[in-house]
Antibody, heavy 116, light 112 residues
Framework: EVQLVESGGGLVQPGGSLRLSCAAS????????MIWVRQAPGKGLEWLSY????????SYADSVKGRFTISRDNAKNSLHLQMTSLRHEDTAVYFC?????????WGQGTLVTVSS | DVVLTQSPLSLPASLGQPASISCRAS???????????LNWYQQRPGQSPRRLIY???HRDSGVPERFSGSGSGTDFTLKISRVEAEDVGVYYC?????????FGQGTKLEIK
């Protein structure tokens, strides 16, 4: 059974940093592109970042470019999102998902709250 | 960026009656490989998104047959043949053809 479990969310002050993780199981992780998507409270879905299975390709939304860094550890079946210079508007539930053109499986999300 | 415009944004539906959601793209979603990467997701209250339809019309395993997707180019539709109570939630279209990937604003389906 495919499972994606995010962790690492929490309360952080503006300007702070946080590292999110996504633990994958039930499939050959290195064979799949992965993405991060977020959802601000009461709002819609926003695509953030993509990383290819072999890490050769990486892409970011303009809203997070230069502040967020996506990475993965295929040996540990894990995906990460390093977030720096956090702003109030980054407050959201962050989801990882499998696939980049037709994302199929999604995690349950982890809540990031940016507040002083 | 490709803008996906969904309508309606609010959909009061009657049990047992059909319902449909439109998703219009600001440019063609046909990729160079000939496929069209337009997907539909359902997000029930308090849950993560669940893929219902991928590449316009391919229904995911376990998705009831009452859900169907259609369309081409820039104009797409999600149809529910007979709405059931469990269909309550927000529905999003998403394009996987162009960078950055984008989502529609979401359509909230509720039971009348």
């Amino acid at each position: 059974e495919v499972q994606l479990v995010e962790s690492g969310g929490g309360l952080v002050q503006p300007g702070g940093s946080l590292r999110l993780s996504c633990a994958a199981s039930g499939f050959t992780f290195s064979n799949y592109n992965m993405i991060w998507v977020r959802q601000a409270p009461g709002k819609g879905l926003e695509w953030l970042s993509y990383i290819s299975g072999n890490t050769a390709e990486i892409s970011y939304a303009d809203s997070v470019k230069g502040r967020f860094t996506i990475s993965r550890d295929n040996a540990k079946n894990s995906l990460h999102l390093q977030m720096t210079s956090l702003r109030h508007e980054d407050t959201a539930v962050y989801f990882c998902a499998r696939g980049v053109s037709t994302p199929d499986y999604w995690g349950q999300g982890t809540l990031v709250t940016v507040s002083s | 960026d490709v803008v996906l415009t969904q309508s309606p944004l609010s959909l009061p539906a009657s049990l047992g009656q059909p319902a449909s959601i439109s998703c219009r793209a600001s440019q063609s979603l046909v990729y160079s490989d000939g496929d069209t990467y337009l997907n539909w997701y359902q997000q029930r209250p308090g849950q993560s998104p669940r893929r219902l339809i991928y590449k316009v019309s391919h229904r995911d395993s376990g998705v009831p047959e009452r859900f169907s997707g259609s369309g081409s180019g820039t104009d797409f539709t999600l149809k529910i043949s007979r709405v059931e109570a469990e269909d309550v939630g927000v529905y999003y279209c998403m394009q996987g053809t162009h960078w950055p990937r984008t989502f529609g604003q979401g359509t909230k389906l509720e039971i009348k």
